[in-house]
């Protein structure tokens, strides 16, 4: 996986290229949640690369970035999401963020209005952590330090995927690559990321002068970022247009991808359109 520089950082990302035959199409920047990586988009990069020029962003510590000492707040990575849009040239963007990746998003659209073409954010927040979450997270990002993700699956899956889509065998391929992938990195890094996380700043005060097209979507049974935290954002970003999508919990990419992806194949046509 290639990596870009950021403040001296190097950030792993995914890169589809522009489109054969088109060489002024927009690029997609996505930005994943806690504990997964840019594949969780891997639906909507199969279905949308044939029309934009996609890129996924691995935060510090996950995915193929690497741990680093510090760095893992929402502010460094926002600064880490602008170097890349810069380095690769591709500002103007469309922002697709879920979670994590929205907390960084709703940052760079605020601060960073000029580059960026939209902005989606699936299953995220911009008010700080639950006070009654945070010291449960805390505690599984310790246990995950001292012994790995295996202990504590059982209590980290249900806050990551939805209770229906748990329910069915057919998704156990899913869980179990996202299993897989985690074990791979860090330990020391993996907790520093949910402690980023957990010990959140709000952006509820900043994003009402975002003006760019936003498209708000979030699982009905999201329990790590419920409704109301999404149906907060759509009312402070003017014009924003929100989605809940039955039958699906934190991870949406994944757990109802097909929703997920018609959702933003007709957001983005009308900001192109425009």
């Known amino acids: 996986m290639p990596t870009i520089l950021a403040d001296g950082t190097p950030i792993a990302y995914t890169d ?17 949640g806690l504990l997964f990586g840019g594949w969780m988009f891997r639906p909507q990069i199969d279905a949308l690369r044939e029309h934009y020029r996609c890129v996924a962003i691995d935060w510090r510590g996950q995915g193929e970035t690497g741990p680093v000492a510090g760095g893992y707040d929402m502010d460094t990575l926002t600064r880490d999401a602008v170097q890349v849009i810069r380095g690769l040239g591709i500002a103007p963007a469309h922002w697709v963020g879920l979670s994590m990746g929205g907390f960084v998003g709703q940052r760079v659209a605020a601060r960073h209005g000029a580059l960026l073409r939209s902005l989606t954010l699936l299953d995220t927040s911009s008010e700080p952590e639950d006070a009654s979450k945070i010291g449960e997270y805390k505690r599984l990002a310790a246990v995950m330090r001292l012994f790995g ?13 939805g209770s229906t889509f748990l329910a069915d065998p057919a998704n156990s391929a899913v869980v179990e690559e996202w299993a897989a992938r985690l074990r791979r990195c860090d330990r020391a890094a993996l907790r520093r990321a949910v402690l980023g996380v957990a010990d959140r ?11 760019l097209p936003t498209l708000v979507i979030v699982g009905a049974d999201d329990t790590a970022t419920p409704p109301p ?11 924003a247009e929100l989605h809940i ?13 097909a929703a997920i992806t018609e959702l933003l194949w007709e957001f983005l046509a009308r900001v192109d359109a425009a």
């Open 229 to 239: 935290r999404s149906e907060r954002i759509a009312e402070l970003i003017p014009a």
């Open 149 to 161: 993700v295996t202990p504590v699956r059982g209590k980290v899956t249900p806050h990551l995927f």
């Open 245 to 257: 999508i039955a039958e699906c919990g934190h991870s949406s990419s994944l757990e109802q991808p």
């Open 16 to 32: 589809t290229g522009l489109p054969p035959d088109r060489p002024e199409a927009p690029t997609i920047v996505f930005g994943h």
């Open 201 to 211: 700043a709000p952006v509820d005060h900043e994003i009402p002068a975002i003006t």
